[in-house]
């Protein structure tokens, strides 16, 4: 998720620490064959499989968390809106439709006021934080984005801990795809580094002659020792060489947040419920078929 407003534009020829964007193989620019890869991780949403914690002492079980590392009433970057989970709030923000999962974003009920730390929406997180991983490798989602101010959907990756590590302030953390609903033919890709010490944000915007909000697009990232390489239903977008504090394996996070600094407030014009579509979220592992 975007921590900071500072926006730079993708360009043919960036050169940071004395690395030049047209030195990149052709290889890396080429759009991606399936060839190549095998899946390690698939859900393609039949139905939804909730973690469940344990408070006996016990491991927990089930694919998708409900909260990130966090504690759930901790609310960022300005946001309105409260991640609320079936169980604990007796409301679910999630649908399972045709094999599509729906995160659905709404004005907060009033059963629910008292229990969602005063924010004026509900809307779902899922996270793998418990029960999936990868060090390297390409990780994509097939979604469908909605269109309204204030609607801020985004598929991401952080490193997984058991619990939020001891004077650390920032996780590094490679966003594969931010979309504002306002800004219906852009999508934005980020990687976040703690690697000097402080927050440093490399942010590429992807300004397109269609509309990501009527119809499902596959979005991907391609993280090696390396690089980092953004995609677009399999086409190359952009590159970035990875930073020095990306060494840990990573897990998934789909939400969609409602309102904040960077989408700023929903205004008359939005429609609620709204619903970020997911067809399908894949990891991937390099295997023997390409050089």
């Known amino acids: 998720m975007k921590k900071t407003p500072i926006i730079l534009f ?24 399936d060839k190549c890869w095998s899946i390690s991780f698939e859900d393609s949403f039949d139905e939804l499989s909730l973690w469940q914690d344990s408070d006996a002492g016990i491991p927990g079980n089930g694919r998708w968390r409900t909260r990130y590392i966090w504690d759930r009433e901790t609310i960022i970057n300005q946001e309105l809106q409260f991640y609320i989970d079936p169980e604990l709030h007796g409301y679910s923000p999630f649908r399972i439709e045709d094999g599509v999962l729906n995160i659905v974003a709404e004005p907060t009920p009033q059963n629910l006021k008292d229990k969602v730390s005063g924010q004026a929406y509900i809307s779902g997180v899922l996270t793998t934080e418990k029960g ?60 976040h580094t703690n690697q000097t010490g402080e927050l440093t944000s490399h942010p ?59 989408p700023g407030s929903p205004d008359a014009t939005t429609q609620f419920p709204a619903s970020y579509q997911i067809d399908y979220v894949r990891a991937y592992t390099p295997n023997d078929q390409c050089n």
């Open 204 to 262: 590429y915007d992807h300004t397109l002659p269609i509309r990501l909000t009527e119809n499902f697009h596959v979005y991907t990232v391609v993280w090696t020792e390396d690089t980092v390489s953004w995609y677009l239903d399999g086409q190359w977008k952009v590159s970035h060489p990875t930073p020095e504090d990306f060494t840990r394996p990573v897990h998934f996070l789909l939400n969609m947040a409602v309102g904040g600094g960077w």
């Open 132 to 191: 999936f991983s990868q060090k390297y490798g390409r990780f994509e989602v097939r979604a469908k984005v909605p269109e309204g101010r204030g609607l801020w959907s985004a598929f991401w990756l952080l490193p997984s801990f058991d619990r939020w590590p001891d004077g650390v302030a920032i996780l590094p953390e490679i966003d594969v795809m931010e979309h504002l609903g306002h800004e219906a033919n852009t999508f934005h890709t980020t990687l």
């Open 10 to 33: 993708a360009t043919s020829m960036i050169v940071i620490g004395g690395y030049t964007w047209s030195e990149q193989s052709k290889a890396e620019k080429q759009p991606l064959d």
